[in-house]
């Protein structure tokens, strides 16, 4: 079973940027295709980016697209997402989350415990 740690997490000031990393435990995180969700409080989670096994194809939520870039390194057993032009809406917990399957389920296997993104006004 994959554990996920995420990490970059912080309070930054919008237009800002930040990188969020999602590293795992296992050095077959290259066989599994990777999510970023986040979670705002009182809201539900969202999905916010994705991306498959080979790094190829990733897709992206219509509120970052633009903004956030989501990318890989196997060799790292890491996931990233870059975010800038941060905006106050953009404050939520992220979650990482993987899953083997060859298509991303809407709600992956694996999940992260969170990395808290806060964009102060």
């Known amino acids: 079973q994959v554990q996920l740690v995420e990490s970059g997490g912080g309070l930054v000031q919008a237009g800002d940027s930040m990188r969020l990393s999602c590293a795992a435990s296992?050095?077959?995180?290259?066989?599994?295709?990777v999510a970023w969700f986040r979670q705002a409080p009182g809201e539900e989670r969202d999905f916010v980016a994705a991306i498959r096994r080979d790094g190829g194809s990733p897709f992206y939520a219509d509120s970052v697209k633009g903004r956030f870039t989501i990318s890989r390194d196997n060799a790292k057993n890491t996931v990233y997402l870059a975010m800038n032009s941060l905006k106050p809406e953009d404050t939520a917990i992220y979650y990482c989350?993987?899953?083997?399957?060859?298509?991303?389920?809407?709600?992956?296997?694996?999940w992260g415990q969170g990395t808290q993104v806060t964009v102060s006004s």
């Open positions: 989350a993987a899953d083997p399957r060859t298509d991303l389920p809407k709600v992956p296997s694996y």
């Open positions: 296992e050095r077959t995180f290259g066989r599994y295709s």
